[in-house]
C-alpha cells in the first residue's frame, strides 16, 4: 500500500485539470480585425464557420472593409494595342508588381490566344471604376450595319461579372459609335443603383444598370468635352462652353468666360452649373491651346491646365460646390517634370497622390507616358514599360452588383 501511495496519489490528493477560461471577444472587435484583411482572405475565412460567413457577407462589414481598402488604391491599366483584346493591369501604386488579367472571355486568367477575340469581331474597354467594381463596354459587330453593345460589372478582387446588359443601335447612328472615352461609370448611395452617363456631342444620357433603360438629360447647350468627365461621391462632372455650338475645341473661337463646370446628381439626374478657378481668368490674355481637364485627387474635384506652353497647372475644390473653395494645388515648369511639352506634356491628367509622402502620378494619353513627381523633393521617376492608354483608380473590395 505504501508502495502504491508512493505513485498513485489518493483521491483527496489529486489534482483536478482546470479548464481555462473562455474569452469572449465582441463581433465589433472581430470585424474590425477582419475588415484589415485582403479579399484573397476573407474569402478563405467564410469557410471557418457560419458565423464568420455570416460576418464577411453582412453588407455593414462589406462597406466597413471598402473603407479601409481605399487607403491602398490601385490604378486599372488598358492595353488594347492589337485592338481586339484589353489586357487589363492592376498595378499598386508605389509598388512593382503587376498583376495582369485578360478581358473579357475570361477575366480571371491570361488568356491563351485571340482567335476567339477576332472569330467573333468583339471590343472591349473600361469605362470605370467605383467601390471596387469596374464597368465593362463591349460591342460586337452583328452584320454590316448593326452591332450589339452592352455594360457588364466586374469586381477582380471576388472573381465575379455580371451578365451582359445590352442594347442594339444602327451603325451609321452616331448615338451607336464607340468611345470608351465618352462613358463615365458612377453610383447613387440613396438608391444604391450604379449608373453610367455618356457624353455625345450636346447631349447627354444616363444608363441605369438597375432598370436597364436609357434617359436623356436637359442641360444648358454648348460644347461640351467627351472625355473630360469625373465620378466624385454621387456625381458626374464634366467642362463645357457656353454658346459654343462647334462639334471641336477651337481656342480662336471661344473666350474664358465661356467656361462652366456641369455636374449631374446620379440620384435626382438634375444638374447644378460651376465655374471654374478664378485664378484661370487671370492666367490668360488669350485662350490655352490645349483645352483644360477635370480630375479627381484625394476625393477632391481637380481643374488642371496648360499656361502658355511653359507650366502645367492644377486647381483643386476643397469643397464641392463651393467656388470659393478652389487653391492652386500644383504649378511647376514643364522642364521641372522632365517632359517634352509637345510630345508628352500637352494633354497631362493628375491621376492620384500620395499624401503620406507627397508623390504625384501624372499621365499623358497622347504618349502613354506616366511619371511619378514628389512634390515634396521635387523628384522625378518615369514609369517604362507601361503604355498608359485608359487608366482608373481602383480598391479591392467585397462589394457586389448582384
Not at 455618356?198 to 447647350?221: A, G
Not at 507616358?369 to 514628389?374: E, H, R, V
Request: proline share 4%.
Amino acid at each position: 500500500m505504501l508502495q502504491m501511495s508512493l505513485f498513485t496519489p489518493s483521491p483527496s490528493r489529486r489534482k483536478h485539470k482546470v479548464s481555462p477560461p473562455s474569452v469572449f471577444i465582441p463581433d465589433e472587435l472581430i470585424a474590425e480585425v477582419l475588415s484589415c484583411l485582403t479579399v484573397k482572405q476573407l474569402l478563405r475565412l467564410r469557410c471557418v464557420c457560419k458565423s464568420w460567413n455570416s460576418l464577411i457577407s453582412d453588407p455593414t462589414f462589406v462597406k466597413l472593409h471598402l473603407n479601409r481598402s481605399s487607403q491602398n488604391t490601385y490604378i486599372t491599366l488598358v492595353d488594347d494595342d492589337d485592338f481586339m483584346v484589353a489586357y487589363i493591369a492592376f498595378f499598386p501604386l508605389f509598388e512593382k508588381s503587376l498583376n495582369y488579367f485578360t478581358l473579357p472571355k475570361d477575366p480571371y486568367f491570361q488568356m491563351k490566344d485571340n482567335e476567339y477575340f477576332f472569330r467573333n469581331n468583339e471590343l472591349h474597354f473600361v469605362v470605370g471604376s467605383c467601390n471596387g467594381l469596374l464597368c465593362l463596354l463591349g460591342h460586337s459587330i452583328v452584320d454590316e450595319y448593326i452591332e450589339k453593345i452592352w455594360f457588364q460589372i466586374w469586381n477582380p478582387a471576388t472573381k465575379t461579372i455580371s451578365q451582359r446588359l445590352c442594347f442594339c443601335s444602327s451603325w451609321h447612328d452616331e448615338d451607336s459609335i464607340i468611345d470608351p472615352f465618352s462613358f463615365t461609370f458612377g453610383w447613387d448611395e440613396s438608391t444604391n443603383t450604379y449608373k453610367v452617363v455618356e457624353l455625345k456631342s450636346t447631349k447627354v444620357r444616363v444608363f441605369s444598370l438597375r432598370d436597364n433603360t436609357w434617359r436623356y438629360i436637359q442641360y444648358p447647350h454648348g460644347y461640351l468635352s467627351e472625355d473630360s468627365a469625373v465620378y466624385l461621391s454621387g456625381r458626374v462632372s464634366w467642362l463645357a462652353i457656353q454658346y459654343h455650338s462647334g462639334s471641336y475645341y477651337d481656342s480662336n473661337d471661344i473666350t474664358i468666360k465661356q467656361f462652366v463646370i456641369i455636374s449631374i446628381d446620379l440620384g435626382t439626374e438634375t444638374h447644378t452649373q460651376l465655374l471654374p478657378p478664378k485664378g484661370f481668368d487671370k492666367d490668360f490674355d488669350e485662350m490655352p491651346f490645349i483645352e483644360p481637364r477635370l480630375s479627381v485627387l484625394n476625393e477632391c474635384l481637380c481643374f488642371s491646365y496648360n499656361l502658355k506652353q511653359v507650366h502645367y497647372v492644377i486647381w483643386q475644390m476643397k469643397e464641392f460646390g463651393v467656388e470659393d473653395s478652389w487653391i492652386q494645388f500644383l504649378k511647376i515648369n514643364y522642364h521641372n517634370l522632365q517632359m517634352d511639352y509637345l510630345f508628352d506634356g500637352c494633354s497631362l491628367l493628375p491621376e492620384c497622390v500620395l499624401e503620406k509622402n507627397g508623390t504625384l502620378l501624372l499621365t499623358s494619353r497622347p504618349s502613354g507616358k506616366a511619371i511619378f513627381y514628389n512634390l515634396r523633393d521635387n523628384r522625378v521617376e518615369k514609369i517604362i514599360s507601361l503604355w498608359w492608354w485608359i487608366s482608373v483608380s481602383y480598391v479591392e473590395s467585397l462589394v457586389s452588383y448582384f
